[in-house]
């Protein structure tokens, strides 16, 4: 299983637009064979190490294959190119990491 995750550095004042896109992305991720269990939220931060990410989300995808039917769908790349616009540096405001779970 591969757990897709990706932390934001907003502009300010985006957090309203941010969570249609999240929906967006959430419903998404419902209708794509094996991806599921989507969750976003702030993040916490408590132990000070990521203060310019403050929101971030996740999905598992069951391998490879539907990871890439996530990234490579029509949707996907239309709700993300409204993500990028809202964060600080446009793509490089966000910071994506493909974990493999293995335990």
């Known amino acids: 299983m591969i757990r897709h995750c990706v932390m934001l550095n907003l502009k300010d004042g985006a957090q309203e637009q941010l969570y249609p896109l999240l929906d967006g992305l959430?419903?998404?991720?419902d209708t794509l064979v094996g991806?599921?269990?989507?969750?976003?939220?702030?993040?916490?931060?408590f132990e000070g190490k990521s203060p310019h990410h403050p929101f971030g989300f996740m999905f598992d995808a069951e391998n490879e294959d539907a990871l890439n039917s996530y990234?490579?769908?029509?949707?996907h790349r239309q709700l993300g190119a409204k993500l990028v616009s809202l964060c600080e540096g446009g793509a490089g405001g966000i910071i994506v990491f493909d974990i493999e779970v293995s335990i």
């Open 71 to 75: 990234a490579e769908h029509p949707r």
């Open 35 to 45: 991806c599921g269990a989507f969750v976003a939220g702030a993040n916490r931060d």
């Open 26 to 29: 959430a419903e998404l991720v």
